[in-house]
T-cell receptor
């Protein structure tokens, strides 16, 4: 079974631009969660999508948004990029029961550099 | 955001040594996940624990779900150079639905 895939793997943007990242979950998984990872803040939860609906949200500004398609693929968008948005963006997929025994599987990440 | 506390933060060990690390929380968890992350890659799931007191192995790795449900431990036996990386623990926190919070990570370096 194929794992979680993320595209692109690397991205360089300038301040003020916007960016869209894509994540394809493991086949059969209906939940996709997005995380931002930086050296200073560690892994921070952005949001979770399940059945095309945002089910949970972290403490990030509205510039960070996402969506999920009917095939469970998800995209994350960051508008008006800031230098501090430079990070590794990870998505994780799970079956999506929403319970406390879900197991999440991560993709390889997209490394975003904002200049 | 909220994070779990992992210790040690980093460690250098000699190849062949055993390694122990732990993860603690002020809250009770019903699941503990342990991941390993190589530089520039996503975390890879090593072991999942679902029951207090549970002891689970995956090759040279053994993890335990603490009996208080507020901590978990990961041991690596006979370390090898490819064990280098950052080890994260994670647990689900309820906030409408469950979302995972992650530990601060333990960076392991193995000296050949």
């Amino acid at each position: 079974k194929a794992g979680v895939t993320q595209t692109p793997r690397y991205l360089i943007k300038t301040r003020g631009q916007q960016v869209t990242l894509s994540c394809s979950p493991i086949s059969g998984h209906r939940s996709v969660s997005w995380y931002q990872q930086t050296p200073g803040q560690g892994l921070q939860f952005l949001f979770e999508y399940f059945s095309e609906t945002q089910r949970n949200k972290g403490n990030f500004p509205g510039r960070f948004s996402g969506r999920q398609f009917s095939n469970s693929r998800s995209e994350m968008n960051v508008s008006t990029l800031e230098l501090g948005d430079s990070a590794l963006y990870l998505c994780a997929s799970s079956l999506g029961s929403g319970g406390n025994q879900e197991t999440q599987y991560f993709g390889p990440g997209t490394r975003l550099l904002v200049l | 955001g909220q994070q779990l506390n992992q210790s040690p933060q980093s460690m250098f060990i000699q190849e062949g040594e055993d390694v122990s690390m732990n993860c603690t929380s002020s809250s009770i968890f019903n699941t503990w996940l342990w991941y390993k992350q190589d530089p520039g890659e996503g975390p890879v799931l090593l072991i999942a624990l679902y029951k207090a007191g549970e002891l689970t192995s995956n090759g040279r790795l053994t993890a335990q779900f603490g009996t208080t449900r507020k901590d978990s431990f990961l041991n690596i036996s006979a370390s090898i150079p490819s064990d280098v990386g950052i080890y994260f623990c994670a647990g689900p926190r309820f906030s409408g639905t469950y979302k995972y919070i992650f530990g601060t990570g333990t960076r392991l370096k193995v000296l050949a």
